[in-house]
């Protein structure tokens, strides 16, 4: 269909209200072929941002949607892109609640992923029901949807050093945690709040399996070097968990 589109013309730098690229929307919701038409019809989609600052890359890790991640990887899609909120890659990731955590893993192995520990930037929610909100969002697209809809929700101050494993935790995710963890995330680090990745799974939980995990990473962990990106060993994990959602 998408060829069939550009032959007859179709713009390929449209715009929709999110200033989504036709790319954007392939890297969300398309397979590779699809997504590989419309870049060899105009390549400079490849680092096309919307209004929220995502390139097709990072819309490839929020929608979990490993073939056209490995495709724009493959074409050089910048792999530190970040977000207008300072979300990298592995961020993205780890921050979509349907996500997959055998994309995870991919980001972790790839030569130039972001560093495991790599804070972002980001605002605090400050809304009476915003726990039982993230319980229920399902992805970061219902968040912006639901701030779009003007609810009555207000930023409070900035919080600083929120990391991929955090993410994890605000969503609950056994797998991603696991993985995170395996490639030497930090669990001791705490956000611009005070909070561990642990303190953010009881807050937004409760996930007490995930908090026992997380508990007993905070006593045994040893700072150690991380393992070089490209070389994380999945196999330690059990193939069962890195192929888990």
């Given amino acids: 269909v998408i060829l069939l589109l550009l032959r007859f013309n179709a713009n390929p730098r449209a715009r929709n209200a999110s200033h989504s690229t036709p790319a954007h929307?392939?890297?969300a919701w398309s397979d590779a072929g699809g997504l590989g038409a419309l870049l060899d019809h105009d390549p400079s989609l490849l680092e096309a941002r919307d209004k929220f600052g995502c390139s097709p890359l990072l819309k490839t890790a929020v929608y979990s949607n490993a073939s056209c991640m490995a495709e724009l990887l493959r074409r050089g899609a910048r792999a530190d892109a970040t977000t207008c909120?300072?979300?990298n890659l592995l961020h993205c990731a780890c921050f979509a609640a349907?996500?997959?955590n055998a994309v995870v893993g991919a980001i972790l192995q790839h030569p130039h992923c972001p560093h495991v520990d790599a804070g972002t930037v980001w605002r605090d929610w400050k809304w009476a029901g915003i726990v039982k909100f993230f319980k229920?969002?399902?992805s970061v697209n219902q968040l912006l949807r639901c701030e779009s809809s003007k609810l009555a929700i207000q930023f409070?101050?900035?919080?600083?050093g929120v990391t991929a494993l955090m993410y994890a935790a605000r969503i609950g995710s056994?797998?991603?945690c696991r993985t995170l963890l395996a490639a030497g995330a930090d669990p001791c680090l705490r956000d611009g709040h005070g909070r561990t990745a642990r303190e953010l799974a009881e807050l937004f939980g409760p996930f007490p399996v995930l908090q026992d995990l997380l508990a007993h990473a905070?006593?045994?962990w040893k700072p150690r070097p991380t393992a070089p990106p490209g070389l994380l060993n999945l196999k330690a994990l059990g193939a069962a968990e890195v192929q888990a959602a």
């Fill in 85 to 87: 909120l300072g979300l």
């Fill in 174 to 176: 056994i797998p991603y």
């Fill in 218 to 220: 905070e006593r045994h």
């Fill in 156 to 160: 409070s101050q900035t919080s600083t």
């Fill in 98 to 100: 349907l996500g997959s």
């Fill in 136 to 138: 229920a969002a399902h």
């Fill in 25 to 27: 929307i392939a890297a």
